[in-house]
């Protein structure tokens, strides 16, 4: 990364960090709208916050306002004020290092990929490796994986590694395979398997467990490098509304570069870490969570394990076989003693567990290891079952049992809506992206994005969430239209609900007294406006504790005053 790039970005963040608040300030003028404790929305008119950003007071329409004491004022403008929206499960690294490197998420042709990757390569000519993500064979109708002789044919002379936009599969060329010594005599790992050409040799795909072949051979980023990607992958979720992320997948490396930040006092964004893996979480974070640091800023809470692999790979795992790949039912990548053993190591030492389960298999093995522990580890778990996309309808009711968090990526499910189709058959179909259903058997909806996976556009995500229509409109009416929740259900999935799922709901997720002053200014609001209007909708600002973190006018000030 260059000298340049990372003091731009350093300037634009300054030029928007928060200003502590030397003494009470009121926010007024405000068409406000919260989620209650009782799941309904509650609106206001203005709020107090105190010099620490905590709020003192709301008041509701026609409420009289504090006559004195008050020495700030903020005048809202009579603009709509959301709480800060929560994403409950991206990768904050990744988002930032997806913005720094090769992105392929919006190419629609392989051919298009590939014309990308050369110019990408010549601009970059002083790079070991080229690196980049976001691929998706089934956007470029190719019916098929991409091959290593096709990458080849654009850039043969240093290795390439770009992720498959799940993150489930990576595509390398000739130079990577040679790199990490991936040859025909390469067995598949335990939860994983390379494709192969006809005579044996790997085609340059290696799907879950078997990326590691490659990934381990890849340079890793500079500490310096790091920081730029945090930075940056703090402004793109500032200019989406969002405060607080749930992390998911942790290093050690992660950590330390939030750290920085906040010994810095540049770490902005509410993290609530869960950690790659029980090693990184005794690592981390040694004998339990971490205690909440930087003013409620960052907070190992616990681990995040795999169960299975995606959809897009055939990776996930389940209870019958693919209805396109009769000859696989997916990749599990824990054995049922494995899973039990792993989630017993971080339970018992009061972490937070979170396990990614997509397939109906998948999320079966997890409740049945949920109902297991829970025998054994009482208390107020919140146990997560991060995705939890396809489901037999036979297991809902499971959900509701043993406070178990559905933490769900509403956006998944315009996304892969025709993939899903092929993958499972028409059978299967009742069971996938089932917000409704487990809602109403008890769970708890936790929403986010799975950034870099899809934008961490918390709109698009109630949009998604509200009509299972894509951006298109597509279907007219909602894909399984009894799958769709309410208005105020998105809502909370984007902030209380998000909130209390990462044991948070005592410091941020709504706008109360006692609640860190997070909130967001916006032009539309979700509660009325149409779907297109929701999608449409434009963060005037963007407030972290008090203290002002993204403005859209001084963003597009400074984006004109790059292009003079």
Known sequence: MSHGRRAAIAALLLATAPSLALADTLVDNVSGETIGPDGRVQTFSALVFDDAGVIKAIYRPGEKKPPKGIQYHVDGKGRIMLPGLIDAHAHVMQLGFAALTLDLSDTKSLAEALGRIKSYAAEHADRPWIIGRGWNQESWGLGRFPTAAELDAVVADKPVWLERVDGHAGWANGAALKAAGVTAQTKDPAGGHLERTAAGAPAGVLVDAAQALVARVVPAPRAADRDVALATAQRLLFRRGVTAVADMGTSIEDWQAYRRAGDRNELYIRIMAYAAGVDQMALIAGPGPTPWLYQDRLRLNGVKLYMDGALGSRGAWLKAPYADAPGTRGLPQLSDTQLRNLMSRAAMDGFQIAVHAIG??????????????????????????????????ADFARFGRNGIVASMQPVHQTSDRLMAEARLGPQRLTGA?????????GATLAFGSDAPVEQADPFAGIVAAISREDPAGQPVGG?????????????????????????????????????????????TDPMFASAAEIRATKVLETWIGGGKVWSADQADASSATEKR
């Open 360 to 393: 109906d298999q998948a999320n079966a093995a997890v409740l049945d290891a949920i109902e297991d522990l829970s025998q054994t580890y009482k208390g107020d778990r919140r146990w997560r079952i991060e995705h939890a996309q396809i489901v037999d309808p």
């Open 433 to 441: 992206y089932a917000w409704h259903s487990l809602q109403a058997a």
């Open 479 to 523: 894909w399984q239209p009894q799958e769709r929740v309410d208005r105020a259900s998105a809502l909370a999935g984007y902030s209380s609900g998000a909130a209390w799922a990462g044991f948070a709901e005592q410091r941020f997720g709504r706008l109360a007294p006692g609640q860190r002053a997070d909130f967001v200014f916006v032009d």
